[in-house]
T-cell receptor
Framework: GAVVSQHPSRVICKSGTSVKIECRSLDFQATTMFWYRQFPKKSLMLMATSNEGSKATYEQGVEKDKFLINHASLTLSTLTVTSAHPEDSSFYIC?????????????FGPGTRLTVL | DAKTTQPPSMDCAEGRAANLPCNHSTISGNEYVYWYRQIHSQGPQYIIHGLKNNETNEMASLIITEDRKSSTLILPHATLRDTAVYYCISPSQETSGSRLTFGEGTQLTVNP
């Protein structure tokens, strides 16, 4: 099956620093990638949708200048949390699909747990 | 997206069938029903999807009522590893791409 990886799996950083999370589709080309955030005991919340080679579309309430998304190739998208604060501590999950079709099967990465001290 | 309603939690004995219900009474004719699950501290995993016919794959079966207002995900022989949160999603075809909106899902606990 299609595999999506994320790196790192866990990261601890100091308040005010920036953290980059990578999401890779290992055995398929992902024209569309999604970034989600999940707080403890809560459901996944979509943050943004990115299509390869174009700017990401952010969900309402998500600061685009704080959560920088780059989708420069068909197998790699990155999320950079800039000037991280403790309230940004969360589980960040990416997913990938082969693009907009009538089938919304997304392949999810294993997630990255971010802790901001 | 069509609004979906699921019970917050269910229990099932190991080896027995787990039947997880989902109501989607506002679903429109071209909207699919998708099921994903999330094991604790992992990314979600696709299970199955359907439009109007019942579907079966190696993981589960999906039974959709004739009026399409509800569906049931069936895990025929639940194991301890099936303990997870199960999400029923019906994305709108009018929204861009493969956008999925996750609700609260059903926490399925498989007991030994």
């Amino acid at each position: 099956g299609a595999v999506v990886s994320q790196h790192p799996s866990r990261v601890i950083c100091k308040s005010g620093t920036s953290v980059k999370i990578e999401c890779r589709s290992l055995d398929f080309q992902a024209t569309t990638m999604f970034w989600y955030r999940q707080f403890p005991k809560k459901s996944l919340m979509l943050m943004a949708t990115s299509n390869e080679g174009s700017k990401a579309t952010y969900e309402q309430g998500v600061e685009k200048d704080k959560f920088l998304i780059n989708h420069a190739s068909l197998t790699l998208s990155t999320l950079t949390v800039t000037s991280a604060h403790p309230e940004d501590s969360s589980f960040y999950i990416c997913s990938a699909s082969t693009g907009p079709t009538s089938y919304n099967e997304q392949f999810f990465g294993p997630g990255t747990r971010l802790t901001v001290l | 997206d069509a609004k979906t309603t699921q019970p917050p939690s269910m229990d099932c004995a190991e080896g027995r069938a787990a039947n997880l219900p989902c109501n989607h009474s506002t679903i429109s004719g071209n909207e699919y029903v998708y099921w994903y699950r999330q094991i604790h501290s992992q990314g979600p995993q696709y299970i199955i999807h359907g439009l109007k016919n019942n579907e079966t794959n190696e993981m589960a079966s999906l039974i959709i009522t004739e009026d399409r207002k509800s569906s049931t995900l069936i895990l025929p022989h639940a194991t301890l590893r099936d303990t997870a949160v199960y999400y029923c999603i019906s994305p709108s075809q009018e929204t861009s791409g493969s956008r999925l909106t996750f609700g609260e899902g059903t926490q399925l606990t498989v007991n030994p």
